[in-house]
């Protein structure tokens, strides 16, 4: 009887416990994102993550080192670019889904100095910005194909200026490598979105240029023809709502909708 008894005690003790649920995999999404992006998108990330249990890994260059690399099949889900033409270029190719592709965030360029010698420049149609650099260099991301170098270039030109300056121009992989080049003091003078200017204590803007002087810079993001990730959809839908709009107001992009 007392085993009898001690029996049923053990199975209605098993039968009580909660039953054990399967682990769920937390899902991961790649992204390609634009070099400018990263602090504002880092945060981002992180808010994402917290709250819906998945995982991002981010790779940041200029828009068109990645863009060459999505051409040559690198692994990836999400594709963020700091212009139109590389998100194109890739669109071109097939290489997004095209029904996912959105005009993100809006930007400026500006012009930055090293914090410590930084005085207001007035950014107008033939400003001396060749006697400003004098025999220094002018940061600017690579102007044939870093969107920040082409914007950069445009606005020069419009300026009626590129021709004095185009030979002082040290033309760097990113608009990230630019604005250190100013921020180390290699540089007296940059050419750089007002989002990495302000994300790096180093430098000072000097001046911003006129939104006419340039086409609107304008990042779109698409989710990638061969993305695997479940969790791609729902992030983009994430980098779209009122949630995130925050983490990249506070960095200076605007949010285009």
């Keep these: 009887m007392n085993r009898r008894l001690i029996l049923k005690l053990v199975v209605a003790a098993v039968a009580s416990l909660p039953l054990a649920l399967p682990a769920v995999a937390a899902e991961k999404v790649t992204v390609f994102a634009a070099a400018s992006l990263k602090n504002a998108l880092d945060a981002a990330n992180a808010a994402w993550s917290k709250d819906s249990r998945n995982e991002t890994t981010v790779s940041y260059a200029a828009s068109s080192a990645l863009a060459k690399q999505i051409e040559a099949a690198a692994p990836a889900d999400l594709f963020i670019s700091a ?138 993001v698409a989710i990638l023809s061969e993305s695997k990730s479940a969790a791609a959809a729902a992030y983009l839908d994430f980098l779209k709502s009122d949630k995130a709009a925050p983490f990249f107001t506070e960095q200076g992009f605007t949010i285009l909708k």
Aim: a negative charge; proline letters at 6%.
């Design 83 to 220: 212009d139109l033409a590389w998100m194109d270029y890739v669109a071109e190719k097939k290489l997004i889904k095209d029904d996912t592709r959105v005009n993100l965030l809006g930007n400026r360029i500006v012009l930055v100095a090293p914090k410590d010698k930084a005085s207001t420049v007035e950014i107008k149609e033939g400003f001396d910005l060749a006697g400003l650099v004098g025999d220094g260099k002018l940061a600017m991301g690579a102007v044939d194909s870093v969107p920040a170098g082409k914007y950069g270039k445009a606005a020069l030109e419009k300026l009626g200026v590129w021709s004095s300056v185009e030979g002082k121009v040290a033309g760097a992989e990113s608009v990230r490598a630019a604005l250190a080049l100013v921020s180390r003091g290699e540089a007296p003078y940059g050419i750089v979105y007002q989002t990495d200017a302000a994300a790096d204590p180093g430098v000072a803007v000097v001046g911003t240029f006129p939104e006419d002087s340039h086409p609107p810079i304008i990042y779109p």
